[in-house]
């Protein structure tokens, strides 16, 4: 199976899943980037950004570090800190970077930052098992 068919499902990232979130990852020098604004469909409460979807653009933003660059791998561990609400219909700046590797262990941060006004909304750190070709 093809890396894209792994993934074509995914919520996150996944272009064959109907009701996911469309994001596209890229790579760009030692970051992996993507831009997102959440709508209605992704609110929590009174107009903000469900907590939910932001640890999973986190995660997907961390985890596509490895996948954009050939490597498979699954998160072992995540820890996120919300920093401020995200009002529906903000766009928004994902990006992450690898801090080190340990054995089959690849260690990442991730931001989401607000595009309007540089804000960070939430971050995350994680641990990702890196799965053999």
């Known amino acids: 199976m093809s890396r894209e068919g792994l993934a074509n499902r995914c919520f996150v990232c996944g272009t064959g899943n109907p009701i996911g979130l469309g994001v596209e990852f890229r790579v ?7 831009e ?33 660059r050939g490597e498979q791998c699954f ?14 219909g903000t766009r928004v700046s994902l ?3 690898l801090v080190r590797r340990k054995g089959k262990l690849a260690m990442l941060t991730g931001r989401v930052v ?16 890196l799965v053999a070709p």
């Open 95 to 97: 990006q992450s970077e």
């Open 114 to 129: 607000r595009a309007d006004s540089g804000e960070v909304v939430a971050e995350a750190s994680g641990s990702f098992m």
């Open 36 to 68: 997102f604004t959440p709508d209605a469909r992704h609110v929590g409460y009174d107009g903000v950004t469900h907590g939910g979807i932001l640890f999973s653009l986190l995660d997907d933003v961390m985890a596509n570090w490895l996948w954009l």
């Open 28 to 34: 760009d020098g030692d970051h992996c980037r993507a």
């Open 75 to 88: 998160t072992a561990r995540a820890d996120i800190r919300y920093r401020a609400q995200l009002p529906i």
